[in-house]
């Protein structure tokens, strides 16, 4: 993990969008801050596409992405977009079928039940009720669970046939073919038409945790905020830059480093 500094400007310079987590990326203490929020608007005001990809449930994410300034907010790992259409309306968008999401809900409210009664302090995360394609326990936002806790509820999703994640908060487990990035390629094709994979050394993703590895590795432009060195050990792909600063100010660092280089490029 480098510096910011090391980021090569023209790279900087090439870039037509930003990726990034939400949970201790944008938000510090559980909430968005003035300064993250104003690093996006500023991403936005440059000609820049800003989109949010998180694990959180569609139903949470719904107030941030009818105020924030983003193109969209890809939740639940993937599994479904709400997309601002311009009129103060939400449009939502899934990657599942309706017949699908319904039977895999009956499922996974199984295999939460199951958790919480054979797992001691396993709870379900205090989101779930606007969950829909996916579950989650809570291990660091308002229970704290051990390492082998934490791993002991990745082993039963998984034993179900379940992907499973682990989040700076959660333990998020689901069904289906999705996941950040897949949801990252998804959603530039539904909102752009493009193929990210084309486009790849174009985007920038920041975030903090380790199920932000899978988008380290891929993003040659990818941007861990200050406290990513908290999972460090556990990441099995890390960012190739890192912040100075963590949280929203890391996020708003990341941000300053690409208007920096277009404001350049603009002279």
Known sequence: MRPLADWPLQARQRLVGVFTDIDDTLTTEGAITPDALDAMAALKAAGLHVVAVTGRPVGWSEPFAAVWPIDAIVAENGAVALVPTGDGRLEKRYQQDAATRERNFERMQAVLERIEKNIPGARRATDSAGRECDIAIDHSEFTTLDDDTIAEVVAVMRSEGMHATVSSIHVNGWWGDHNKLAG?????????????????????????????????????????????????????????????????????????????AKNLSAR
């Open 184 to 260: 990252a390629r998804w959603i530039v094709r539904e909102l752009w038409g493009r193929r990210l994979d084309d486009e790849m050394d174009r985007w920038a993703y920041v975030g903090d945790s380790t199920n932000d590895a899978l988008m380290f590795e891929h993003f040659a432009h990818s941007i861990g905020v200050a406290n990513v060195r908290r999972f460090e050990s556990a990441l099995s792909h890390l960012p190739r830059y890192v912040s100075q600063r963590e949280r929203g100010a890391g996020f708003a660092e990341a941000a300053a480093a690409v208007l920096a």
